[in-house]
């Protein structure tokens, strides 16, 4: 039930996928520690490594594709809910999306024109000042505004080397009480069905050394 009058809801059909052609048991598979705050991420999901500092680092986040349209699949992404401005170190972001963030990860800040900028540490994140967006603040002042406009959002630094693709389907929490995930990272020797593989693009292909073949994907 989705609210106290009686009523059904069905939901929408997902159509089962299978991600390997090949052999699973030949893959190169590590562990892995997913960060929090992502929501669900399916199988089939280019992971990127958190490369800050301190924080979260070494923990993996969603890959971010190079296209910037505001259509993608990109469950790392925090999109601004205002225009950065210049001359501060803090950006507005939903208050559901500030739980992918830790006090200590580098924060980047990019759009469909301006080139990303790294913002460095984050110190703070206000989740109290608003109740429906909080302000994360990091070290480095913004030199170029990042509009809203211009599909603006905040991730975090290693967000676009992808490290490999996620085996099965995970849930990182997307509140206050996220956790993260434990799962199993592909590293390669394998062939994946390219239709299973969601924010997989060409610079992905490029850092994985991977070849689409037609529906497949071979992974070196």
Sequence with gaps: MASDTPNVVYGTQEDYKKLYYSNPDAALKVPISISKGFGVLKMGTALAKNDSASGSVGKMLPYDPSAI???????????????????????????????????????????????????????????????????????????????????AYATIEGYDTCVGILEKTVDTGDDENAAGALATLILGNCVLYTGALLNVDSAARTDLSAIAFGNFTYIK
């Excluded at 208050?95 to 006090?103: C, E, G, T």
């Excluded at 990303?116 to 429906?132: E, S, V």
């Design 69 to 151: 349209t505001g259509a993608e699949v990109a469950p790392g992404r925090a999109y601004l809910v205002a225009d950065s401005g210049t001359g501060t170190a803090s950006v507005h972001v939903a208050m559901a999306d500030s739980y992918k963030f830790s006090v200590g990860d580098d924060l980047v800040v990019n759009d469909d024109t301006t080139a990303a900028q790294n913002l460095g540490a984050i110190t703070a994140i206000d989740r109290t000042t608003y109740t429906h967006m909080a302000v994360i603040t990091a070290t480095t002042n913004i030199t170029t505004s990042f509009t809203t406009a211009r599909h």
